[in-house]
């Protein structure tokens, strides 16, 4: 059975409550903060690529492929691929 790979979009927005001169140095701070740091956070949407969508992999792609976008997972003990594919 082919495989597909369907890239999921998912964006939040984020409030951060601030104390600083102005705007912009607000601005700047909260892009060195986390999301712990967060008062409120809103989920604005969800959508896919859809440029891919009906290109089919086969096995030996997808593994390609994985290793590529989880390289961290290139030394794991056990095998991230047979818990990956939702079937």
Known sequence: ??????????????????????????????YGLDSE???????????????ESDK???EEEYVKLFYKENDYLKN???DPLKYIIKQ
């Open 1 to 30: 059975m082919p495989i597909f790979v369907v890239s999921k979009i998912l964006t939040f927005s984020n409030l951060f409550a601030i104390e600083a001169k102005d705007y912009q140095s607000a601005v700047d701070i909260a």
């Open 37 to 51: 740091s967060e008062f409120a956070q809103n989920v604005l949407g969800e959508e896919h690529d859809k440029s």
């Open 56 to 58: 089919s992999l086969t």
């Open 76 to 78: 794991s003990p056990v």
